[in-house]
Every structure is written in C-alpha cells, then in structure tokens.
C-alpha cells in the first residue's frame, strides 16, 4: 500500500514546528439529545462531524491557537477519506498513510436533561507490521522540532511502537512528547529520553507499581520519572484540583480555574496543544505548563468536538494567579 498523501489545501510540509503522530484516529461525530435512556428510541439534534483521535485533535488546537502544526496519521476506507476532508475544511496540514480497515467513528452524546457526556468509542481497525513501517518512514521525511505521539494505538500494533519513535526521535534530535497509557506508556519510559509525557494518577500508579494516596506521593512518582531520565517533564492535570509539571526544576502546582464548564471532551488535548506550542515558541516549562492549563480549561467552556479557542485561552492565561 502506498499513502495517501497530502490532500487537498493541506500541501507538503517537510519542515514543521510541531508533527502530531495518530495511529488510531476517528471520525468524532457529536450530537445532543433530550434525554438518554434505555429501550426507546433516543432522537438526537445538532449532529456534526470532526477530525478526532490525540494527535489530530493536538494538531486542531495547535492550529487554532495560531501555531504551526501538521498531523502525520494511519487512514483508511471511505471514513478515512472523509476525515482528510474535515481536516482540510479546518485548515490543518495533514497527510494520512493508507490502511486496509475502515477509520472508526466515535460517538459524543450530549445528555441536555442530566447535563451529561457520554462517549462511545470503537477499538478500530487492525493494523500490520508494514502499515507502522510506513508511518515511521514518513516521520523521517520531516523536520519538527517537537513531535507529539498521542492516542491510544490500533488492534494488533505491538506495544513498543511509542518507544521505536522515542529512539528514532532521539536520533534526529526532535523532542518527543506522549500521551497514552498501558503497555505502550509503560515501553516508553522504558526507553527514555522522552522530552514530555502526559500521565493521569492512575498511570503514575501503574507504573510504580502502588497507590498514590496523598498529593506529594503522586508528584514525588512524577518528579523520580524526571530523575531517572524517563522524561525531562512530566505533566499531571487533576480536573478541579488543578495539576502540577515536574521537572529538573521539581514541582510546579497551579490551582483549577474557576470556570462554568460545559464538557470535558478535549481538554486533555487542548492542554498538551498549548503547552506544546508554547515550548515550541521558547517559552520556559512552567509558562509552558500555564498556558497549557489555561487551553485546558478553554476546550471545557465549548460542548461536542471545538477544542480550546485562542481568545478563551488569552483571557484563562491573563487571569491566572502568578
């Protein structure tokens, strides 16, 4: 098989500040309803459809905060077609390595009764050994300074795939930001070098192997990731109470927001998009880690797939306490 290339307005870009890397993308379609509930028949409103998966939407944020990103992504079927579609409709640099399967499409239900999120997401495709072959071939083909591997990985991918791009990252000097879990984080760290992961506490717990029960522990397990030469930060948001960066600084802890949050539906990228974008422009970790809270935040004051928009994370970042 061969790529898809880069479609439409979304031309060839061999030097990029920013690559995303999405081996298990979607098709985020968003819709409201009355009410959820079982049995009947649940009539839905205000249907829309986005490009989804980690890298994509970190890539979306990147590029609606005025940042220069492009998604690097497998692909395949009609479903796989149109999500390069909603990608050009949106303005984001994209090229897309073909697979057999069919890109999978995710289900946001906004419950307007209860207020309520719910999210149905399919496993995906099957991938081969050859289809991450051309993915990590195409990764040689650019020159970003960062790169931001995000999302969970596709059936039959082996677990070391995060970790093969931590070393051939390393190799071109490029830094390397993750954003997944399980087997695929725990190869990772393995391997280190990593510039900047995105673990939730259950994650530091699994991966020291105990419970976190009190907020020092949890950033003591952070802080021991960046020691050991896992990762130079280690990023951890706590919804509503707040979240902390260690680095070789130690910790840096930063209060929630106060906000009027609508949906939590991509916060998580939104964060790693601002904070991303601000290294990428030289900002210092703990600016970096500012604006990435305040993007978070930002995609939470939207419902379905909109992410954070720029105006909404300049105004969280100026009220932000110093």
């Known amino acids: 098989m061969t790529t898809l290339g880069v479609i439409g307005a979304s031309q060839a870009r061999f030097m990029t500040h920013i690559l995303t890397l999405t081996l298990n993308p979607a098709l985020d379609c968003s819709i409201e309803a009355d009410k959820v509930e079982p049995v009947h028949k649940v009539r839905t409103f205000n249907e829309s459809y986005a490009p ?21 992504y497998l692909a395949g079927g009609a479903t796989g077609a149109f999500l390069g579609e ?19 499409i995710s289900f946001n239900v906004f419950d307007r009764a209860s207020h309520q999120d719910y999210r ?38 082996s677990a070391d795939v995060y970790a093969r791009m931590a070393e051939s ?76 960066l260690a680095d070789h600084e130690g910790i840096y802890r930063l209060p929630a927001l106060e906000i009027e949050a609508l949906s939590a539906v991509g916060a998580g990228d939104s964060f790693l998009a ?19 809270m305040a993007a978070g935040a930002a995609a939470c004051l939207n419902i379905g797939t909109q992410l954070c928009h720029k105006a909404d994370v300049e105004r969280l970042l100026a009220a932000m306490p110093d």
Request: glycine content about 14%.
């Open 52 to 72: 989804g998966g980690g890298g994509i939407n970190v890539a979306r944020a990147v590029v609606q905060l005025g940042g220069n990103a492009t998604a690097l």
């Open 86 to 104: 909603l990608l050009d409709k949106a303005g984001v640099p994209h090229e897309a390595v073909r697979i057999d399967g069919n890109t999978r």
């Open 120 to 157: 149905f997401v399919p496993e995906g495709p099957e991938v081969n050994e050859a289809d991450i072959e051309r993915l990590l071939a195409r990764v040689e083909a650019f020159a970003p300074g960062w790169i931001v591997a995000s999302g969970s990985l596709p059936r039959r991918a």
């Open 169 to 244: 990252a390393a190799i071109r000097s490029s830094k390397l930001v993750l954003d997944t879990s399980g087997s695929a984080l725990k190869a990772s760290i393995a391997q280190g070098g990593l510039a900047l992961i995105k673990p939730s506490i259950g994650e530091l717990e699994s991966l020291g192997g105990s419970p976190l029960k009190r907020a020092s522990e949890a950033e003591d397990a952070a802080l021991n990731l960046v020691k050991t030469g896992a990762s130079a930060m280690v990023a951890v948001t706590l919804g509503k109470d707040g979240g902390f």
């Open 274 to 292: 601002g904070m991303v974008q601000a290294l990428s422009e030289g900002k210092s970790n703990r600016q970096a880690f500012r604006t990435g």
